[in-house]
């Protein structure tokens, strides 16, 4: 697992590859090119503050709800794993509506008690192929018992104030950057692309490196 030296103020979180979970997207790339402005990416007029010179930082927005984030994760993991060198790559809940504020609680619920890693997909799959309601907290609790987490101090650190600052600064990162979508992907605080915008899987790696390879050219 990467090794973050530093926390920044939208707390990151390092990703994991996980390679039982080679997802692939419903499109099928026709082949690959120097991607374009407009097309595959879209670039910020000014950058919210200054970007870190490196690693380059990149942003996922995603959310539990969003089947597309789900299956993007595997290969965004991979990609990551391929580039622990020159990136930064923190996740951020998107938070829209009731549902994902709750889901977005359960992200940094587990987040704070160090059990993500280990149940970041699991969650994905609840939802998504188990059937799991788990926007509502009652699920939650039923849920995270069958995951082996224990249930008080899941109770404990969903109702406390470090968890409620964690969702205060997603909320205000998610009406900073524009985000209508998820999975967003932030690249240095200046370029983003939407996973309609990549179309596949075998797009994703050649737009991402070339976002990076501009950012540190900058």
């Known amino acids: 697992m990467r090794r973050i030296k530093k926390e920044t103020y939208w707390q990151r979180c390092p990703r994991k590859f996980f390679c039982g979970l080679f997802l692939v997207f ?3 790339s026709s082949g690959y090119a120097e991607p374009v402005l407009g097309r595959d990416f879209l670039e910020l ?6 970007s870190p010179v490196a690693p380059v930082e990149v942003i996922e927005f995603f959310s539990y709800e969003c089947r597309g984030c789900y299956l993007l994760g595997p290969d965004l993991d991979q990609w990551f794993q391929s580039n622990l060198n020159r990136v930064d790559l923190a996740l951020v809940p998107h938070i829209s509506n009731r549902r994902s504020l709750e889901l977005a609680r359960l992200y940094y619920t587990l987040l704070l008690m160090g059990e993500l ?3 970041h997909y699991h969650v994905f799959r609840a939802i998504h192929d188990d059937g799991w309601a788990l926007w509502d907290t009652s ?3 039923k849920w995270v018992e069958t995951q082996g987490v224990n249930l008080d101090r ?7 104030d470090l968890l409620d600052q964690r969702v205060s600064e997603s909320l205000r990162l998610s009406e900073v ?4 979508v998820t999975p967003t992907i932030m690249v240095g605080r200046r370029f983003w692309t939407t996973a309609s915008m990549i179309q ?4 994703l790696s050649p737009i991402l490196d070339y976002l990076v390879d501009r950012m540190r050219r900058k």
């Open 26 to 28: 419903a499109l099928q």
């Open 45 to 50: 007029e000014t950058t919210v503050e200054p």
């Open 117 to 119: 890693t280990k149940l």
């Open 139 to 141: 699920e939650q609790y």
């Open 154 to 160: 899941f109770r404990e650190t969903l109702s406390s």
């Open 177 to 180: 950057y524009p985000v209508s």
């Open 200 to 203: 596949s899987r075998d797009r």
